[in-house]
């Protein structure tokens, strides 16, 4: 853990305290009070995380000020020894994880496909030259005819019948010559050169740009055209759109940035870091709304000194998107009142819901936008991710109403690139600042992942009646009613969810299984509690909704792991767990 940015007396006190001459208790809360994270004083004063929580297990709200990621670890390891427990003394168990988001199904037929042109790829550069082990690279003339003839010769071959096709559609319906798509498509998944553009390769964004046009746009894209920048995942994304902004003195510390929650808790993290220095405001949606932004929270961003709008759509961890209306009303306010509000959005979960709403189909101008396939084809260890964004966007044009200081700045950072560095789109700025200027050049995400991202793309473009999409859905869909039977409570449904997360809501299922009594008996207590008692008795790890920025007696489920049967005792789990809080509380 990095070592955290203090008043020297902390330093001080945690070294008396290393050497015992302070006590360690006493220590954590001192260091509590002055701002300091709870895990990172015990880190300087030599103590392990569990050694913290075991001597603050009473102060959970020090607890609670923790990322639900750090307290997720400790969850797991109070389940891993209460199954350790179980097993010595003969009684089988297993630890009921549900609080990672990675997936436990992957597309395979893609995998295949992109093995046999690699394949092909290695045996066009092999054949070339005399000596072992030792290639050269394919001319492009003849490519497109090669690469078809075996893509058709592999065809029985598992991923073959898909490389087949896939090769059809890159060759035919991207608009290139098809010598040259071949060519792009081959010499990418060699990953022999270095990606050129940087931005990404021409064949890959063409294809991309057709698979966001069907599962981000739904078919209605922007009139105007927009540009791709892949990235490493969603991840990358927002670290190259919050460090770009700043640079080019877009949102500079101090300037006021909304945020739409519950969100993904990094999300709420990342503005408010040191470097950035954002002031949030908080756009907040709940259960009761259909995780909808009601009216009052809306009218937040007609203050034009919000410079910012951050979301995730569909959300996590509501796993709801936003309906149409929502969609018309934010952006009804953006033209009217805040026509200069910079949105970023994140719509890796677009993948996952029956009607989807972007803000890019209403103010396209407005919206840096970022996808990830990752949870949707199972590649998170892939990082594959797109930023896209129109042309002429909105940070452009107040890029070019900076004022004439920042604008020679400005100039001066990018000419390293360019000799008119005035005239460079926001969207080639991001690839240049993502390697700090001087190394733009060697920019971009790596070839071979874009040729894998172009394969998913196509993949499903080619999927006219979404078999695949189904599959996936029909997943969540059994996980998602397993877990509310579990709960024995009545499962929600809507065109926007995604099913991919559940945010329970302790209290009201405390009203509904104890009436008023199970509410009071909730009063005084802390989550955190519930959570690592659910931890402890039932081996089984959940996140506290109020890490997200959701309700406070709430609690995050993911679907993405365990199977229907899991999902369903997970909320037998927490069912039982709450009784039994609830009764202790009463007696």
Not at 8 to 25: F, H, S
Not at 480 to 491: H, M, N
Request: charged share 25%; with cysteine.
């Amino acid at each position: 853990m990095p070592k955290p940015d203090v008043h020297p007396w902390i330093e001080e006190l945690a070294d008396e305290t290393r050497k015992g001459g302070v006590n360690r208790r006493d220590f954590l809360r001192y260091a509590s009070v002055m701002g300091v994270s709870l895990f990172a004083a015990g880190a300087m004063a030599g103590m392990k995380p569990r050694e913290v929580l075991a001597l603050e297990q009473e102060n959970w709200a020090a607890l609670n000020k923790e990322s639900p990621f750090e307290v997720k670890n400790l969850l797991i390891e109070r389940a891993q020894e209460a199954c350790a427990k179980q097993s010595k003394a003969g009684r089988s168990c297993s630890v009921l994880n549900a609080g990672r988001g990675n997936p436990d199904f992957l597309n395979v037929t893609v995998r295949q496909a992109f093995a046999l042109l690699l394949s092909f790829a290695a045996y066009e550069a092999g054949h070339l030259a005399e000596d072992p082990d030792l290639g050269m690279i394919a001319p492009k003339a003849g490519m497109a005819a090669k690469l078809r003839d075996f893509a058709k010769q592999h065809a029985k071959t598992p991923g073959g019948e898909m490389l087949a096709q896939s090769v059809e559609y890159i060759l035919t319906k991207l608009g290139m010559d098809p010598d040259e798509a071949a060519y792009q498509l081959v010499d990418a998944v060699q990953g022999d050169h270095y990606p050129e553009p940087s931005m990404i390769q021409p064949v890959v964004e063409k294809g991309v740009a057709k698979y966001l046009e069907k599962i981000v746009f739904s078919g209605r894209p922007p009139k105007k055209p927009f540009g791709l920048f892949a990235t490493e995942g969603a991840t990358a994304a927002m670290v190259y759109l919050f460090k770009s902004l700043q640079v080019n003195k877009i949102l500079i510390p101090g300037d006021k940035i909304a945020i739409v929650t519950p969100i993904f808790s990094p999300y709420l993290e990342i503005p408010v870091l040191a470097r950035f220095g954002l002031k949030p405001v908080y756009i907040a949606t709940t259960a009761k709304d259909g995780w909808q932004i009601p009216p009052s929270e809306l009218n937040k961003l007609k203050d034009r000194s919000v410079k910012g709008l951050f979301l995730v759509n569909p959300a996590n961890p509501a796993s709801v998107s936003l309906n149409a209306s929502t969609v018309q009303k934010i952006a009804k306010i953006v033209r009217n009142d805040n026509p200069d509000l910079v949105v970023i959005s994140d719509t890796v979960y677009a993948s996952f819901v029956d009607e989807f709403h972007t803000l890019a189909e209403e103010i396209p101008e407005n919206v840096l936008g970022a996808y990830s396939f990752s949870k949707y084809f199972g590649v998170t260890g892939w990082r594959l991710g797109v930023i896209m964004a129109v042309q002429n966007n909105v940070v452009d044009r107040l890029i070019a109403r900076l004022p004439k200081r920042d604008q020679a700045i400005l100039d001066a950072r990018y000419r390293l690139t360019s000799t008119q560095p005035e005239t460079i789109p926001f969207l080639e700025r991001l690839e240049i600042d993502s390697r700090n200027v001087a190394l733009a050049h060697t920019g971009g995400l790596s070839t071979p992942q874009q040729v894998i991202m172009l394969l998913f793309s196509v993949f499903e473009l080619l999927d006219e009646k979404c078999e695949y999409k189904k599959a996936v859905m029909n997943v969540l869909r059994k996980r998602w009613a397993g877990l509310y039977k579990g709960l024995e409570l009545p499962a929600p449904d809507d065109p926007g969810l995604t099913r991919y997360y559940a945010l329970i809501d302790l209290q009201d299922m405390a009203r509904r299984r104890h009436g008023e009594a199970g509410i009071k008996a909730l009063s005084g207590r802390q989550p955190l509690e519930l959570l690592f008692k659910l931890a402890e008795d039932a081996m089984t790890v959940c996140l506290p909704g109020a890490g997200f920025a959701g309700p406070e007696w709430s609690l995050r489920v993911a679907l993405a792991n365990l199977d229907a049967k899991d999902c369903e005792q997970v909320g037998v789990n927490i069912k039982k767990t709450l009784d039994a809080f609830v009764g202790n509380a009463k007696s």
